[in-house]
């Protein structure tokens, strides 16, 4: 009989290991997904296109309920889980019968923060993280309402970016003196400030949120240096918190995130998480490569088979504000490396790439990113690039072919 597995979470992580585990483990689980979003398992990361209008929401879903029928799995979605009871391997679900589970797997995500200011709870204050946010920004947008978005690191933008090409009227305003400054070094970010602008969003960098202005509805943003920005709707999206109350209440062990061993296992037994909820060797990452490089492994185990997830090296690549942008591994720079830097501002172009003892340690491309990915394999690889050195920086096309020369 096929044992029960019970995935609390219906995101990306979710029904990529459903996708891995009815391959590698036929026929050998019973799976039940619980998930609090009242649809299908969706591409979160297009909900940027469907807020700019260039995708429909119904197409940005991952699989349709066939794909899930076909596969035996039953799919709760709408349903919220509340309570997992650990000695008695059963999960409570808001409003319905609890159910048992031989393993059960936490694909919870994560939450958008709201800061913590005065006048945060005020109405017209909103994130940016499924697709009930994206209906309503999509409304403000319509009323080319003047939005003000804090935080300018890639949900910031994209919110931006989508709202400015919905026809509001956009500030940005970031803490920081830079743009992505996870992701990108000085010059990448001030090229893509100035990229940004010209889709007609106003940044403001250096500047901190004091306080939210309005009696029940947001008026206006006051930053801390005084500074006074009317606003009919407020876009917090300055960071996520991981998932992890349900955890955390099971007595499961918990840092930032739901805190797992190289199996993606949980201190308890048979319990295991994985994607934004999940806290590996001290990382918690916000992106969907790792999370599905954990579903990979978590099948393979799951399957019975050896497999150990050994953290992710961390790419992004993605479009921004409608400009590519590509940053991976150390992309500042660190002491004792050589970086090789292309900066053409006014073509819009910047490539750095960063190189540690005759191997690339880090890239940053904005605007071209067609070699992105070659890029990423040759830090991922560490091979020497001592043959290519000269024309790398000119893509994989030509440095191949000067190598072979
Ligand atoms: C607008 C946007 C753009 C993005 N762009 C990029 C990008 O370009 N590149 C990139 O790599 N990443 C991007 N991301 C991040 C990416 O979407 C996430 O890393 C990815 O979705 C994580 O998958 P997950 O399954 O861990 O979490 P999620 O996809 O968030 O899924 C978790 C699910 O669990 C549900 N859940 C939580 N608690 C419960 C509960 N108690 N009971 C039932 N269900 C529950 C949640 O409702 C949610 O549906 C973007 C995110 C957003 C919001």
Redesign the pocket.
């Known amino acids: 009989m096929s044992e029960p597995l019970v995935i ?8 990529r290991l459903v996708d891995e585990l009815t391959r590698t483990a036929q026929g050998r689980y019973a799976i039940a997904v ?4 009242p649809r299908l ?1 969706y591409n ?2 297009l ?2 296109s469907v ?1 700019s209008g260039e995708t429909a929401s119904h197409d940005i879903e991952l699989r349709p309920a066939t794909w899930w029928r076909d596969r035996g799995v039953t799919l709760k979605y709408g ?4 309570e997992i009871d650990v000695g008695r391997r059963e999960l409570k679900i808001a409003g319905e019968e609890s159910i048992a589970f031989s393993r059960l797997v936490l ?4 939450t958008p923060l709201r800061l913590n200011v005065p006048g945060a709870d005020l109405a017209g204050v909103h994130t ?3 697709s009930r946010d994206v209906d309503l920004l999509l409304t403000l947008a319509a009323q080319q309402k003047r939005v003000v978005v804090v935080g300018g690191g ?2 910031g933008l ?2 931006a970016y989508g709202l400015a090409k919905a026809g509001s009227p956009v500030t940005l305003i970031h803490l920081m003196d830079r743009l992505m400054e996870r992701q990108l070094d000085a010059p990448a970010a001030a090229l893509l400030k100035s990229l940004v602008e010209r889709k007609g969003i106003k940044v403001l960098l250096d500047a901190n949120t004091a306080r939210l202005h309005g009696e029940t509805r947001v008026k206006a943003v006051e930053l801390s240096d005084g500074r006074l920005i009317e606003a009919d709707a407020v876009i917090f999206a300055a960071g996520i918190r991981p ?1 992890i109350a ?1 955890a955390r209440e099971a007595g499961i062990s918990v840092n930032r995130g739901i805190v797992v061993d190289d199996r993606l296992e949980t201190g308890a037994p048979d319990i295991f998480a ?4 999940a806290e590996h060797r001290g990382i918690c ?5 790792p ?1 599905y490089e954990q579903a990979r492994v978590l099948a393979q185990h799951l399957a019975g088979r050896a497999a150990v997830y050994p953290g992710s090296v961390v790419a ?3 479009k921004v504000s409608g400009v590519s942008v590509f940053s991976a591994g150390d992309f500042v720079g660190a002491d004792g490396t050589e970086a090789i830097v292309l900066n053409d501002a006014r073509g819009g172009t910047y490539k750095k790439l960063v190189i540690s003892a005759g191997r690339l340690t880090g890239a940053v491309l904005v605007g071209d990113v067609a070699d992105a990915l070659w890029y990423l394999e040759l830090i991922r690889g560490g091979e020497p690039i001592v043959g290519i050195r000269p024309d790398m920086m000119f893509g994989r096309s030509l440095a191949r072919a000067s190598e072979a020369a």
């Open positions: 609390v979470g219906n995101g990306m992580a979710a029904a619980i998930g609090e979003e398992a979160r990361v909900l940027s807020l349903c919220v889980a509340t694909a919870t995500g994560s940016f993280r499924d890639l949900l994209e919110a998932n349900l994985l994607g934004e909820c990452y916000g992106l969907v490569e999370a992004t690549n993605l």
